[in-house]
């Protein structure tokens, strides 16, 4: 099977990250290089951060970010061990890093410690032009989604509704 760089953003019970945080970090990389896992960068993403909803009765969060290459048909067993730590983990989320992004990322995180790191570098990729309508435009290697210059949608005739169903923007 192919080897493929994930990365992992695991929610951690705040109150064992405060207590124990290289710890708790070590038991992550325990799971991981369990599993025939090499750890390419491993941080805090952001140690108190207040939830929009209860989860497991924690109203407060610990976000912890690692990247990690490993053989695809192992990952599944990963995401197991993940839930199975049940005192520890809260949440996580694993994504396959696009190769054609993977030095680019790695690299700013590596580098940067603010939280919207990846992102950021995938912008400061796209080379300004002169050309005021080719700038981040979606043909240029920007994803789709995280271009701040394109047009917003327009209305198409949709109207929008007040309060008691009466249209807002009546005919004169």
Do not use: C
């Amino acid at each position: 099977m192919p080897v493929v760089t994930y990365e992992s953003l695991i929610l951690l019970d705040p109150t064992k990250v405060s207590s124990d945080a290289e710890g708790v970090k070590n038991q992550i990389h325990h799971i991981l290089e369990r599993h025939g896992a090499v750890i390419l960068v491993s941080r805090p993403w952001d140690y108190n951060h207040k939830l929009a909803y209860p989860i497991a009765k924690q109203k407060k969060g610990a976000f912890h970010i690692v990247y990690y290459t490993l053989d695809s048909s192992k990952q599944k067993e990963v995401e197991r061990d993940f839930a199975l730590q049940e005192g520890l983990i809260l949440r996580q989320l694993t994504l396959k890093v696009n190769p054609k992004w993977q030095d680019i990322i790695l690299g700013v995180a590596r580098e940067d410690t603010a939280n919207g790191f990846a992102v950021r570098g995938m912008r400061d990729e796209v080379a300004v032009s002169s050309d005021p309508l080719s700038v981040g435009s979606y043909g240029e290697g920007m994803p789709a989604g995280l271009d701040d210059a394109a047009p917003p949608r327009e209305r198409e005739g949709r109207s929008s509704r007040g309060r008691r169903g009466e249209a807002a923007d009546k005919p004169e």
